[in-house]
């Protein structure tokens, strides 16, 4: 009778199993050791070889030659286990032996002395579906247990076991298999079966058990059924309903022309053919969840799970794209993929979805916005780029999408040249005279904090402390300012600045209170700096941006 390859080629010694070396070691040397533990929780993703541990476990425990790490494999012992008919193995499905009365026969059966060999095992599958009655029956037995039983409790849901059955087991957490071993245990595996398959078939398959060796070893039998003794990629794809890296490449494509309408056709080429929107939109974020560390780590990286073909694929696409742009991607295809679920129109979500993402890619950060005034102040085109180094006549790989993004004003942009070479030209201001380290009288705090906060270039702060009071008390200075100021000023910047002031450190209270002054508009004032001040070029243009503004008061903050 034909038995499946996860079953055929099921690991019976820890020199067979492929990951899991914390686990494998630390058994190895606990039996080496005679430190042989009476309860274990064996917790982790499916199908990465928890029960298979515990078994080669019980095989190592009751060979004739054991206990040993490395078993026999021909007693009777390691053949009874092998075949899953022992009489001292017990193995238990608690999803459905789960209620207090099976706890209780296995309670009664444990009195019992082994049979035949030389521990009796309890391999418990599921353990997290046992209530919490049962597990409270269990309790006393599994802490104090005969010398002669061990038990081992699987399952996939570690957090749901007790903690008062968990403190006494040790505990081993079972880690997803690395996609290199999956795919090289899957070449061999052919080559015992007399299969040809190439490196991307076996790729694809690796990938749809993500980490799961027993998930993709189902896969690859599915696969030798359907295609035969050769498998090639594009059969396995189709039989596992997986896309390629050219069915999603062309998103990618559309989205570095910019071409919305190609967007569209994607989705209408999905539902002709019937395929799942959902399942597309789960592959499309781990293809950008790709070329985003491709682009990060580049190419024959670990972080990817793809033959080396693909990878090469993935980092030609990647270098297409900035990381700002495949991570606002990736964010995009995980939003859809999460509407997707509860979704009565699944196309219009995703048509609606993919086309934010083209205009997403029409956006500009604001650090090259304002980049485009140049270096000088003037305004640079929107669609023009600086030349490369070597370059004599480059051509915009991409005109669409720059006609597209914002620019800034003509007005704005030459008001701003203006206004800096105004500014470039007038002479710089005297250096501020040094502040006295003597201590302030009590009318001499508020002007001298002023003029340290305005040297330590804080203006918003020292603008803060002129409609603030402070007093001196027992060294802690207090200090109450009006709500809207109460965000300028930070007990850091005070401590700073009255350390300038006095020499020494002070407390600093910071309480909201009412203005030292009202807020009114000043009058008019006909003296020079003042005059100067509103004359200044950019002064003048808030002036005109904003024309409903008014000029409350002129200060000079470094008198």
């Not at 494999?73 to 608690?94: K, P």
């Not at 309890?122 to 802490?143: M, W, Y």
């Not at 069915?247 to 071409?259: F, T």
């Not at 859809?336 to 129109?345: A, E, N, P, T, W």
Request: with cysteine; glycine share 6%.
């Amino acid at each position: 009778m034909y038995q499946v390859i996860a079953r055929k080629y099921r690991p019976q010694s820890f020199a067979e199993l492929i990951g899991q070396e914390h686990v494998r070691s630390t058994i190895e040397n606990a039996i080496s050791q005679e430190r042989i533990a009476h309860g274990y929780i064996f917790s982790g993703q499916r199908g990465t070889g928890k029960t298979t541990v515990a078994r080669i476990l019980a095989r190592c425990l009751n060979c004739v030659q054991g206990p040993t790490a490395t078993p026999c494999g021909v007693c009777a012992s390691c053949l009874e286990i092998t075949g899953g008919h022992a009489v001292d193995v017990i193995e238990i499905d608690a999803a459905s032996n789960r209620g207090i009365n099976e706890m209780r026969e296995l309670r009664e059966s444990v009195r019992y002395r082994p049979a035949r060999d030389r521990y009796k095992v309890f391999i418990v599958d599921e353990a997290h579906q046992i209530t919490s009655e049962a597990f409270n029956a269990l309790l006393k037995t599994l802490e104090e247990p005969p010398e002669w039983v061990v038990f081992v409790l699987c399952t996939t849901e570690a957090h749901k076991i007790p903690s008062t059955i968990a403190s006494r087991c040790q505990q081993f957490s079972f880690r997803s298999v690395d996609f290199a071993e999956v795919v090289a245990r899957m070449e061999w595996i052919c080559g015992q079966e007399g299969i040809e398959a190439d490196a991307d078939a076996l790729a694809v398959l690796a990938q749809a058990g993500e980490g799961s060796v027993r998930d993709s070893l189902s896969a690859l039998d599915q696969a030798i059924a359907c295609c035969g003794h050769r498998l090639t990629a594009p059969e396995v794809r189709g039989l596992l309903g997986m896309f390629s890296l050219e069915s999603l490449g062309q998103v990618a494509q559309a989205l570095r022309g910019s071409d919305a309408k190609a967007m569209l056709d994607v989705v209408m080429e999905l539902e002709r053919n019937g395929r799942n929107l959902q399942h597309f939109c789960r592959e499309l974020s781990r293809y950008f969840r790709n070329l985003l560390v491709a682009k990060v780590a580049g190419a024959n990286t670990k972080l990817i799970a793809a033959s080396p073909a693909e990878q090469a694929a993935l980092a030609a696409m990647a270098a297409e794209f900035s990381e700002e742009d495949l991570t606002r991607y990736l964010q995009i295809t995980l939003d859809i993929y999460r509407d997707l679920q509860f979704s009565l129109q699944p196309r219009l979500h995703l048509e609606i979805g993919l086309l934010r993402m083209v205009h997403a890619g029409k956006l500009m950060a604001i650090e090259e916005a304002l980049g485009m005034l140049g270096p000088s102040g003037g305004a640079t085109p929107a669609n023009s780029t600086p030349p490369k180094a070597g370059a004599t006549n480059p051509a915009p790989s991409n005109p669409a999408p720059s006609s597209s993004r914002m620019s800034a004003p003509p007005s704005l942009a030459s008001s701003f040249a203006a206004s800096r070479t105004t500014a470039a030209a007038a002479p710089l201001p005297p250096p501020p005279p040094a502040v006295p380290a003597a201590p302030p009288s009590a009318d001499d705090w508020k002007p001298r904090l002023v003029r340290a906060l305005v040297d330590m270039d804080l203006k918003f702060t020292a603008d803060a402390m002129e409609h603030s009071s402070v007093t001196e008390e027992k060294g802690e200075l207090k200090f109450v300012t009006p709500e809207a100021f109460r965000i300028a000023m930070t007990e850091r910047d005070l401590k700073k600045a009255a350390e300038m002031v006095a020499g020494k450190p002070f407390r600093i209270s910071v309480t909201t209170g009412a203005a030292s002054a009202p807020l009114t508009p000043a009058k008019p004032v006909e003296d020079e700096s003042s005059r100067r001040a509103l004359e200044h070029p950019e002064v003048k243009q808030f002036q005109e941006a904003f024309p409903d503004a008014q000029v409350r008061a002129v200060r000079n903050l470094r008198e």
